[in-house]
């Protein structure tokens, strides 16, 4: 099998992965998005650097580097691209814009009967306002594009309220509200890959931020069925090939899927699990055929 490992730089991950297509004889190689070209004449080619990505059986789409929108909305158009020419794309176009932007993965989750948070989201901030009290006056503020924890915070005062939302309304940015969750300082990340658990991790943190990359703890779980049929739920709902599911469980006995992740790093999973992640992603990636879940 030909691989190219789409990505912005070297990293643990690539290099997991690249390790791993080695020893199984596949060839593989690492390409940078920012080295994407696009030519349209009979047909569309991409490629990147010296990789022609339209030549190759597989391409593994890693993080996608900040860049400007035009940036950004190009880099996925040539995943969509490679996807129409034929080329298999882990993750598809279509599941890296439905994981990466909250509000979609959001409304995928609740239109798919998961429980997910209630959750506003709004440009105004009048309705930013509005939408705090609906929800309780306790709520998480994220922005809508983002990963690691970075740029979230609760909200349950009127002076946090003013000085979160006012600079979100300078920046122009999004207001994205979700009602707060009352837990015990635990959620847990289950890792599915091809419609199974292969592995999950409880992370701890004294506060209500539980993200590793904020200092949470890891530990290995096992989870209970009900809990590992809410994950590989949540990932078939957006339709990914593997994904990191988040689900909390709330002091009610309810477990809320808070997000899917459809690049998800895991290497503190693998940390706390002792599983080689990409040894069994790029087995399965290997042996079943991508199937459109669009």
């Not at 349209?40 to 030549?55: P, Y």
């Not at 207001?175 to 701890?204: N, P, S, T, W």
Request: aromatic letters at 6%; one cysteine or more; charged letters at 25%.
């Amino acid at each position: 099998m030909r691989v190219v490992i789409l990505a912005s730089r070297t990293g643990w991950h690539t290099d997991q992965l690249l390790r791993v297509l080695g020893e199984r004889g596949h060839a593989a190689a690492l390409a940078r998005y920012e080295d994407l070209v696009a030519a349209i004449q009979d047909g569309t080619d991409v490629q990147s650097g010296a990789a022609a990505l339209t030549d190759v059986d597989l391409v593994l789409a890693r993080i996608i580097p900040n860049g400007s929108l035009e940036q950004i909305i190009f880099r996925v158009d040539a995943l969509h691209a490679l996807e129409e020419r034929g080329i298999r794309v882990v993750n598809s176009a279509r599941v890296i814009e439905r994981t990466v932007d909250k509000f979609w993965t959001s409304a995928t989750l609740e239109r798919h009967g998961l429980p997910t948070p209630a959750t506003v989201v709004c440009e105004s901030i009048e309705a930013a306002y509005e939408a705090r009290d609906r929800l309780g006056g306790d709520v998480i503020v994220k922005p809508l594009f983002g990963s690691m924890g970075l740029g979230i915070v609760r909200v349950s005062d009127e002076e946090t309220a003013f000085r979160v939302f006012r600079a979100i309304e300078t920046i122009r940015g999004v207001f994205y509200l979700q009602r707060a969750i009352e837990h015990d300082g635990r959620d847990v990340r289950a890792f599915v890959v091809g419609g199974r658990i292969v592995a999950a991790i409880e992370r701890r943190a004294p506060g209500w931020r539980t993200n590793m990359a904020q200092g949470a703890e890891a530990r290995a779980l096992v989870l209970p069925e009900a809990w590992a049929d809410l994950a590989v739920r949540a990932a078939k709902a957006v339709g990914a090939v593997y994904a990191g599911v988040d689900l909390l469980p709330a002091h009610d006995g309810t477990v809320y899927v808070l997000e899917v992740n459809g690049i998800p790093g895991w290497q503190g999973l693998q940390e706390a699990t002792g599983l080689d992640i990409a040894a069994v992603l790029v087995e399965h990636i290997a042996r079943e055929p991508i199937e459109s879940l669009a």
